[in-house]
């Protein structure tokens, strides 16, 4: 067995080199001017006084993992006239694995690119009769691509392709994009694009000179604009963060003594934001690069109006519980001054009077539901207190001397003004009052959260469309002054 395989080798080895040099002698000795045929030596134009000129064209294959980088698969075609090789009366073609050496071929490559594969399997080598040359040849290769991270997932993926020659100059050799086509092709049948999600908006085609060292290249560029289909992700993501976030406002609903069930629905939108926001973050890594975007925008501003919601939760259900506590004390105090007073009855009148100078005075009259130095406020009847002390008389219940007077309980002290001291207390009520109530501060967010959360999407919406249309424009705009040049 090992003995068939090695012959079978060197058969191979014997007759590789013969076919391939009856290829070349083909060529050479068909050429009308084979006896000054070199293949190291370029093709001139115009006897000699004009560089070759190499017309290309770019049929792409497909286009794979779109994201920095893309993976192309195209066929590089490249046509140049060699008037040395011109045939008589036939064409030859030649195809697969075995091509001519002793033919000239342009050193194209490629810039910036991170991979290059060229297929030996899928190329093909045409000499005419006029001495026009066609080489056809698959390329793969990485190359680098430029989406606009801010707009993610509503922005334009530029791809960029640039190829030149590797060692002969502008003056020798020179590219352009061939005459009567539009340079590049993308297959619509073959190509991925569409199943990763974009859409082929145009491509660009540019010749440029390259300076490199002292010399300069003659080079050609072409830039696929790809559109990012983005229906997936207002599905995936934009939907479900809003949605969380009106979730969230159950908590306003509920009610306020229910603590652990407003607790637990604070604590579910929080966290199924939290892993919304990893999973945006996570599968979209290798598009964006670790840079913010407007979807992470988006995102963390739900984030954050979840978090005012529990805040909101914390906030009314503190006021609501120290404000029991503050009850709870108040109905204690009443009752100690009552057993106090009690006491005070079987006291004698000097005792008294000198209780009466350290202790609130209770009077007994219509008026007597108030406790004149401290005037609660919460008292529906505190606007007409002036009026009623001043047609019914107060009587001291706490003193031996009935049918005391307010001004005779009170003296001349000019401190005590009733109406001025209910007015201070309004005064200071002000934010203070507002945020000791947890009913009003929960009935307040039933309407400041929808509106808040509403300016923030009719803004963020109408800044993301201005940029986006901006974004699109500015591309389309290049795209219709380069391909309106002829190359």
Known sequence: MQIRISLFCL??????PVIQTSFDDVIIDNGKNQNFYDHFEYPRRNNGSEPAMIQVFIHVQSIRDIASEANLDFYLVQKWNDSRLSQDDQEIKITG???????????????MVRSLLYSVEEQYFIIQESGWIEYNRKVRLVTPCSPNVILFPFDVVSCILVLSSFGYTDEEVQYQWEYGTEGVYIDPINNDVDHLGFYVLHTELTNFTLRHASSNYSALETTVFLERKYTAYLLQYYTPAALIVILSWSIFWVNIQATPARAG???????????LA????????????????????YIWACFVFVIFAMLEFALSDYTTNRKKEQEKTGNQHLVDNSKSFSKDQFQSPTIQEENMAHEPIM????????????LPPSHSDNANISTCLKEHPIENSSSPIKGTSAETAFGNDPTFDAPSRLKKRKTRKGIYGYLSDGNLINNSARVLFPIGFSIFNILYWATLYVLVRSHKHSHEYQGSILTNNPT
Not at 97 to 111: A, C, G, Q, S
């Open 363 to 374: 009077l007994t009259s219509p008026c007597s539901r108030f406790e004149i130095p401290e």
């Open 278 to 297: 990893t999973k945006s973050t996570n599968e979209n890594e290798k598009h964006v690069n670790g840079k913010l975007t407007a979807l992470d925008i």
């Open 265 to 275: 629905l604070g604590v579910t939108s929080v966290l199924t934001i939290l892993t």
């Open 11 to 16: 058969i191979v080895a014997f007759i590789v």
């Open 97 to 111: 694995r075995i091509l001519p050496n002793n033919v000239w071929y342009p050193d194209t490559y490629f810039l």
